[in-house]
């Protein structure tokens, strides 16, 4: 059975600084892309970040470009995504998903449970 | 604003038929597979439609998905009640040079 459980996500100050853990299994992590989806309260999805099965190729959504990076440890079966100069407007659920096909299009085809990001003063 | 557009909400009644609408351009929608994600309050996404018109394993007939052009729809018939849910696109661009997902529909069950 395919899983990913998320970890991380907390209540943190503008300015700070933040990993969100993804650890993946029950399929063999490093053959799929994987990609970070962020949904404020209320509001619609977002794609954040994305990177190939080696962590070669990464993109960032223009709004986190400088602040967040991707990263994966393909012996850990783990993704993370470490979030700097937190902003109020990044407070957001954090999803970590799969990839289907290739390591860029939007073909998510399991997704974490969630992990919640607060940035607040 | 959300690079692909969806109408914020639907609706109908049990058995009817819902349709989607989702508009883009020729750098994402028109060029590239959409995809569709179900969402139901509290819980994450899941895949619903892939390739313009497939659908994963364990999704049911009643949901199907087509594109002419630079839009995409989804069709739910003989709509059910646990269908209520947020339904949403996605697709590549090719200008921006990343995903990019429409703003979500609200699909209600009269």
């Known amino acids: 059975e395919v899983q990913l459980v998320e970890s991380g996500g907390t209540v943190v100050r503008p300015g700070g600084s933040l990993r969100l853990s993804c650890v993946v299994s029950g399929f063999t992590f490093e053959h799929y892309g994987m990609a970070w989806v962020r949904q404020a309260p209320g509001k619609g999805l977002e794609w954040v970040s994305n990177t190939n099965g080696y962590g070669v190729n990464r993109g960032y959504a223009d709004s986190v470009k400088g602040r967040f990076t991707i990263s994966r440890d393909n012996a850990k079966n783990s993704l993370y995504l470490d979030m700097n100069s937190l902003r109020v407007e990044d407070t957001a659920f954090y999803y970590c998903?799969?990839?289907?096909?290739?390591?860029?299009?939007?073909?998510?085809?399991?997704w974490g449970q969630g992990s919640l990001v607060t940035v607040s003063p | 604003q959300s690079v692909l557009t969806q109408p914020p909400s639907e609706s109908g009644t049990p058995g009817q038929r819902v349709i989607i609408s989702c508009s883009g351009s020729s750098s994402n929608i028109g060029s590239n597979y959409v995809y569709w994600y179900q969402q139901f309050p509290g819980t994450a996404p899941k895949l619903l439609i892939y390739r313009n018109d497939q659908r994963p394993s364990g999704v049911p007939a009643r949901f199907s998905g087509s594109t002419s052009g630079s839009s995409a729809s989804l069709a739910i018939s003989g709509l059910r009640s646990e269908d209520e849910a947020d339904y949403y696109c996605?697709?590549?661009?090719?200008?921006?040079?990343?995903?990019?997902f429409g703003s979500g529909t609200e699909v209600t069950v009269l």
């Open positions: 996605a697709a590549w661009d090719d200008s921006l040079f990343r995903p990019v």
């Open positions: 998903a799969r990839v289907l096909e290739g390591w860029e299009i939007p073909s998510f085809d399991y």
